[in-house]
């Protein structure tokens, strides 16, 4: 269950002005990844790669050693990953309840039309009582934020992809959600890769890998990876 | 939640934009429905007026013919023919020729019709109200018609104004063929009441020449239709009096010629055979107008209404199909980011299209209903408009033709009947073609009253029509789905 990245090469004008170039990484489950970078680094971009929202101009991602375009963007999305955005990104005409039923019911998970099961989901992350039945456009950004990992959570796909999802959260927020990211990689035992700039978020980490001009360098957690099975190498 | 309740949920939320895409559907479908409503109203009418005029032959008179032999023989005479006397004598139908016609393939039965105009002499005729307040058309148009008009035929029971029930036999029996060369009549309720007439009665006239004929009263009808007042009192149903063809001729002066013959034919696809087989008997001076041209005449009216309200059907389609391709793009556009957020969790292209179809379907069920009702309303004003515009135009150029032949549309002549017998009040002074087109549209009141209410059939063409809108305007306003890359719509650096 292993997401890998081989020799992916990005631009966007001209192959001399390039984002990043034969990049190889890989993600295993159970593990938190924060990719830190400056703004404009790519960050969002190399994300994108992994969630199949996109596809880089050459390089390889693959999903159990299957190539992510031949299992289908839509499928792999479907299927196999989820993503969190920094905004949000809920559907503005439902209720945070609707919201996870709904992408359980699109993403065929096995919970599919199970409410209870969403509302559990919810209230996990603190989205309780009538904070479930509220229009999401009428909760807060930390409880939007809540709302979009529940909906993360609630699907079956074994990878996270979460964008800046403490961007736009306090302090405290921030905190929590990361506990609840940390709690879904090590519980759900689920790879999730979240890019960051904050150092704070990065060190709750299991994985940070840096992207500083236009080079990925990774840095493991000593006290949280054991050195005989570093959950994310960078190959070559 | 699939992507059907999805649509129906984001229905319900978004009430406001729902509303607005029911009023503008309902517009665009009200305007349809009124076409719709009328064109069928149109085919209807067309297709009734089609049986009723039946598959008919009829010989009469050609009076283009006629009328031009008159103005020669009058240029080339010395003497001016006196003012108000000029008249075509249609009746030139010699029975011989009607029979020999009547013995060819394919006739299923015939009607010999003929008419005058005598005086009574033995009684009184009813007198309408306002007979000698205009004069009437019947006053204007010569001074030797006589107050009681003789319509001759074959049989009563082939009659459209007995077959319609406008007139019904109250006592006695009415004219039959066994008639032909007998003095038996059948004279009208009013008549008969005014002046204590019963079945078994002899009654006298004064035929042209003032001779007093004695006619035998053998039966009694009642007449419900009033008469159109300008046609003077002769025009009044009650003077009326129905006879044998054969009594009628000779009353008329023209004993053995009768001014009009319908044949039914047993098979429409051979009228054509018929009419060449037919023309072969008859002179120069006789036509034949099949039910076809007769047709032509009746529906022409309608089948303009049909044409109009087939383009108001196209027109509102086309622009329907329009407007609603633009409200769907825009509609696209704005729910860019809801789609990008779909197409992020996997969902197919097709689904989202799908629930676009689903919201824009759910609209058109809800705008049909507002349709069906408000549809109804206007195609019944706009057709009823249509109508009496058409009816005004077609009128006036029946006045046009310089007489009441054309008739009053909306109602039967005395002896209107559907094969065309004339007026009998006085047929050789007025009429011509047109006479009988007037007289052939007794029977297709449909013609001038369309049925413009809904009904189930209406509805679901409406719908088969909005559905096909539906489907064209959702697959082109959702063409920009398509193209649309998730990242582009909800990540941006």
């Known amino acids: ?236 | 939640m699939d992507y059907v309740k999805r649509a129906f949920l984001y229905l319900r939320r978004r009430i406001g934009k729902t509303l607005l895409l029911v009023l503008v559907m309902t517009a665009i479908l009200t305007f349809m429905l009124a076409g719709l409503i009328i064109q069928n109203a149109a085919l209807t009418a067309v297709n009734n007026s089609k049986n009723a005029v039946g598959t008919t032959v009829t010989l009469s008179a050609n009076r283009a013919k006629l009328f031009q032999q008159n103005q020669g023989s009058a240029s080339s005479s010395t003497q001016t023919p006196p003012v108000g006397r000029f008249r075509i004598n249609e009746a030139i139908i010699g029975l011989n020729t009607a029979k020999k016609i009547a013995s060819l393939e394919n006739v299923a039965a015939y009607q010999i019709t003929a008419s005058a105009s005598v005086n009574a002499s033995s009684f009184t005729a009813v007198l309408s109200s306002n007979s000698n307040s205009n004069g009437g058309f019947g006053r204007m148009q010569g001074t030797d018609s006589g107050d009681i008009s003789v319509s001759g035929l074959s049989s009563t029971a082939a009659n459209s104004n007995f077959k319609n029930k406008n007139y019904v036999m109250k006592k006695g029996r009415g004219i039959t063929s066994s008639d032909a060369n007998t003095n038996n009549v059948i004279i009208e309720e009013v008549l008969a009441s005014n002046n204590h007439i019963n079945v078994g009665d002899t009654i006298k006239v004064k035929d042209s020449s003032s001779n007093v004929k004695n006619l035998k009263v053998v039966g009694i009808y009642q007449a419900k239709t009033s008469t159109d007042q300008t046609f003077g009192q002769m025009q009044d149903p009650s003077n009326t009096i129905f006879s044998s063809y054969t009594l009628a001729s000779s009353l008329a002066g023209d004993a053995g010629k009768v001014s009009n013959v319908v044949y039914t034919l047993t098979d429409s696809s051979k009228e054509k055979a018929f009419v060449k087989s037919a023309k072969k008997i008859i002179s120069g001076n006789l036509q034949l107008t099949t039910s076809d041209q007769i047709y032509e005449m009746l529906t022409s009216s309608v089948k303009s209404i049909e044409s109009i309200a087939s383009k108001i059907v196209w027109i509102v389609g086309i622009a329907g199909i329009a407007i609603l391709t633009l409200i769907l793009i825009l509609m696209v556009r704005e729910r860019r980011h809801e789609i990008g957020i779909l197409m992020s969790l996997g969902e197919e292209k097709a689904k989202i299209i799908g629930q676009i179809f689903v919201e824009t379907i759910s609209v058109l069920v809800l705008s049909l209903c507002f349709a069906g009702v408000f549809g109804s309303f206007f195609g019944n004003s706009v057709g009823q408009q249509l109508i009496s515009q058409q009816n005004t135009s077609q009128q006036s150029l029946r006045s046009g033709f310089g007489g009441p032949g054309g008739g009053n549309p909306n109602q039967a002549g005395p002896n209107g009947n559907a094969t065309g017998s004339g007026n009998p009040s006085n047929s050789r002074a007025f009429g011509g073609q047109m006479r009988q087109f007037g007289t052939t549209l007794t029977g297709n009141s449909q013609l001038n009253k369309l049925s413009t209410h809904v009904n189930i059939g209406t509805l679901l063409e409406l719908g088969a029509f909005g559905l096909v809108i539906v489907a064209i305007a959702t697959l082109l306003g959702a063409i920009p789905i398509i193209s649309l890359k998730p990242k582009r719509i909800l990540i941006s650096e």
């Open chain 1, 1 to 236: 269950m292993t997401l890998t990245v081989q020799k992916l090469t990005h631009y966007f004008n001209h192959p001399d002005d390039y984002l990043y170039k034969n990049v190889s990484l890989k993600f295993d489950p159970a593990t938190l990844y924060a990719i830190v970078g400056e703004s404009g680094s790519g960050k969002t971009t190399f994300v994108s790669f992994l969630a199949g929202l996109d596809s880089p101009v050459s390089g390889l991602i693959s999903y159990n050693g299957k190539d992510i375009r031949k299992i289908g963007l839509t499928k792999y999305r479907n299927q196999d990953v989820t993503v969190v955005f920094q905004a949000y990104n809920l559907m503005n005409y439902m209720t945070a309840l609707e919201n996870v039923v709904s992408a359980l019911s699109i993403t065929k998970s096995k919970h599919a039309g199970n409410r209870q099961y969403a509302i559990d989901l919810l209230a996990s992350v603190g989205i309780e009582g009538e904070l479930a039945t509220k229009n999401v456009q009428k909760l807060s950004g930390g409880q939007q934020q809540r709302v979009a990992i529940a909906r993360a959570l609630a699907v079956d796909a074994p990878i996270v992809v979460a964008d800046e999802p403490t961007g736009n959260l306090d302090e405290q927020n921030t905190k929590e959600i990361t506990e609840i990211f940390q709690r879904v990689a090590h519980q759900s035992k689920k790879t999730v890769i979240m890019i960051t700039h904050d150092q704070k978020v990065a060190d709750m980490a299991d994985v940070k890998i840096m992207l500083e001009n236009r080079q990925f360098t990774v840095k493991n957690s000593p006290d949280k990876v054991s050195d005989d099975k570093p959950p994310a190498v960078l190959i070559n």
